[in-house]
């Protein structure tokens, strides 16, 4: 409980701080977990990380992040709003393919590179290969909305071109990833095709079955006279998430998966009372209990440990990162007719990995594809792509000034009907 309160307090402290340099939350979240952790306070004497956050304590903070990761996981897939799309799905697809494919093949020559030193146990090749690859190509969707709405992008061809291509790439990476999880933790080649068609008979039950049972349920809520029975609402989605990310740990992907297929499947027109009582509560569940999350894997991460040798690899693979991304989507958005100023923003935008890097990061270093000195350095390239977005951004002059603050959310006087879910679920 100590330790909850001294997560809560020190990412609050520190996001406040973060905000004068414009940073999203969970720059500074991150950042927060590594002071606490071995890279900082463990310089001090006494072991301070031990003393603050013992080993048996760590397994039930653990728990608790797990739990705000399915909420954020689940309102993500709610978010992804597909139908943005109409009118431009050539233009979207084509730099939603190139700002993917561009990263994924550098990471796949940087992974080949790194295998003998950085690979997890026993882990093969490929394996390395395609989660390296895909932790390469990915972009945050939730930190980049959060960082076009700062920066006053909204309503910008770059600031809704990003987004959009952000969303198909979240999509393809989770799918990928999909891929990945069961390739590492099928024993043989009968349980990884078991696993693949678990998962597609899962997929067409969610599509088919679970989709058209929530978008009923919805509807007749917003067409009843009656008062519409909040908790018993936000029980019966939260109990879906929760099954839903049982049933794809039981397949034999994480269960975060699950989380973000019920998101998928949730109606994207939603009433003003299935609004305040099922996504605007979720959005509070998420703000308290997500930064458990980031401050428990900042604690994992050990500056100390790396080499020297280690730090130049860092550079390396930073180096790849935003490369790959610049020219996988800085350089197509040029060719496509905007302006170098617009393309390059573009760039920075898409190379923004934030949140959904930590998660798929996390998920290696479980499954023991990447061991611990290659997980710390890709926490720490995650951190520093996210924190370059908003200085760049400002630096090419397309920045506005930062959005007023919007009216709160549980007030229906101030909140026009919902076509969503909440528009921003992370804080």
Same mark, same amino acid.
């Given at each position: ?45 006494? %072991? ?5 956050? =013992? ?58 590179? *790194?295998?003998? $030193? ?14 390296? /690859? ?11 909305? $959060? ?20 969303? !198909?790439? %979240?999509? *393809? ?10 390739? /590492?933790?099928? %024993?043989? @080649? ?5 696993? *693949? ?16 049972? #929530?978008?009923? #349920?919805?509807?007749?809520?917003? $067409? ?24 794809? /740990? ?31 509560? #979720? ?18 991460? %050990? ?13 390396? *693979? #930073? ?45 290696? $270093? ?25 200085? @760049? ?21 101030? !909140?026009?009907?919902?076509?969503? =879910? ?6």
């Amino acid at each position: 409980m100590a330790d909850i309160a001294i997560v809560l307090i020190a990412g609050a402290v520190v996001v406040r701080l973060s905000r004068r340099l414009r940073q999203p939350p969970v720059v500074a979240e991150i950042a927060t977990g590594i002071m606490l952790g071995p890279s900082v306070l463990g310089l001090l004497p006494g %072991d301070l990380p031990q003393q603050l956050f =013992p080993t048996d304590a760590r397994p039930a903070l653990s728990v608790i992040a797990q739990v705000g990761l399915v909420f954020f996981m689940f309102l993500a897939g709610w978010e992804l709003d597909f139908t943005r799309l109409h009118g431009r799905g050539k233009a979207v697809a084509t730099l939603a393919g190139l700002s993917m494919a561009v990263p994924f093949a550098l990471g796949a020559g940087a992974a080949a590179l *790194l295998f003998d $030193r950085y690979g997890g146990g026993d882990v093969q090749l490929s394996t390395f290969i395609l989660f390296l /690859s895909t932790a390469f190509s990915i972009t945050a969707f939730p930190v980049l909305a $959060r960082i076009i709405k700062d920066g006053g992008l909204s309503g910008t061809k770059v600031g809704t071109m990003a987004m959009a291509c952000a969303a !198909i790439g %979240d999509v *393809l990476a989770w799918c990928v990833l999909v891929l990945v999880v069961a390739v /590492s933790q099928a %024993d043989g @080649a009968g349980r990884f095709v078991a696993v *693949l068609a678990l998962t597609v008979a899962y997929a067409l039950l969610m599509a088919c079955v679970v989709r058209p049972l #929530l978008r009923t #349920l919805i509807s007749r809520s917003a $067409r009843s006279s009656r008062p519409v029975a909040g908790g018993m609402y936000l029980a019966l989605i939260a109990s879906g998430v929760f099954l839903s990310a049982w049933v794809t /740990s039981w397949i034999g992907i994480h269960a975060i998966f699950g989380a973000f297929a019920f998101g998928l499947a949730m109606p994207r027109t939603v009433s003003r009372e299935v609004h305040e009582h099922v996504a605007a509560p #979720l959005s509070k569940i998420v703000s308290l209990l997500l930064p458990v999350f980031f401050i428990v894997t900042g604690l994992t991460v %050990d500056l100390g440990t790396l080499a020297p040798s280690g730090l130049l690899i860092l550079l390396f *693979l #930073l180096a790849v990162a935003v490369v790959g991304k610049l020219a996988g989507a800085g350089l197509p958005a040029r060719m496509s007719g905007m302006s170098w100023r617009e393309a390059g923003a573009f760039g920075i935008l898409m190379n923004t990995r934030g949140l959904t890097e930590l998660v798929v990061l996390d998920i290696g $270093r479980q499954l023991g594809v990447i061991n611990a000195d290659m997980f710390t350095m890709m926490v720490i390239l995650a951190v520093v792509t996210t924190a370059m977005a908003g200085p @760049a951004l400002q630096l090419l002059g397309v920045t506005a000034q930062p959005s007023a603050p919007e009216a709160p959310l549980a007030n229906p006087d101030t !909140i026009p009907p919902v076509t969503g =879910p909440v528009p921003d679920p992370v804080p």
